[in-house]
């Protein structure tokens, strides 16, 4: 409701009018009506993305093991076989000898498992693009997509991949504000 001053495929920066209420005859205001409507855009986003080329990740699991470890001269003896891989959740020492070096511990441990993961440039790229949609991905409305997405260029910094993701968005770009004839009837009311 209200004169639709955009048509489609005009380009649009925040804060300009697309709907308004003031009714106009002869380039002059004669009336206002309250505007109402709902306006989807083509919204463009650059999202910078550092992304690791060598990754490294440990999930805990649920099997616990208590093992005795047995310590003499630098050197150590399970009494049950240790993890691979696993954290030390726990360690509980009963004898220590401060002068002989010798020691008898409790040790409670969790198996972990290790996950390793080493990216070409190729792969990095691919997997910071995934990044940057979940970040566009988080802020949109059920109604808003992506359009496109491409990488514009990427460097490489540590062990890592600094990529700039650029971003076409079907979105909802309704935004309301009172008129100002509206704004200063208001002020004097008060």
């Keep these: 409701d209200g004169v639709i001053l955009k048509k489609n495929n005009d380009f649009v920066t925040k804060g300009d009018i697309v709907i308004s209420g003031d009714i106009i005859k002869d380039e002059t205001v004669k009336g206002q009506v309250a505007a109402k409507g709902v306006v989807y855009a083509e919204v463009w986003y650059k999202v910078n993305v550092k992304y690791p080329l060598y990754y490294e990740e440990i999930t805990y699991l649920d099997e616990i093991k208590n093992n005795i470890i047995i310590s003499f001269f630098n050197k150590e003896i399970s009494l049950k076989k240790n993890y691979v891989s696993s954290y030390l959740e726990k360690k509980r020492v009963f004898i220590k000898d401060k002068i002989f070096p010798f020691s008898v511990r409790m040790e409670r441990q969790r198996k972990t498992k290790v996950k390793k993961e080493s990216l070409d440039t190729k792969m990095a790229i691919m997997k910071a693009e995934e990044v940057a949609e979940k ?13 496109d997405k491409k990488t514009l260029n990427y460097t490489f910094d540590n062990n890592s991949i600094l990529s700039n993701v650029f971003f076409k968005v079907y979105e909802d770009i309704t935004d309301y504000r009172l008129s100002d004839e509206v704004q200063i009837e208001n002020q004097t009311d008060e």
Aim: net charge positive; hydrophobic share 40%; charged share 55%.
């Design 135 to 147: 970040k566009i991905k988080a802020r949109l409305k059920k109604d808003e997509y992506i359009i």
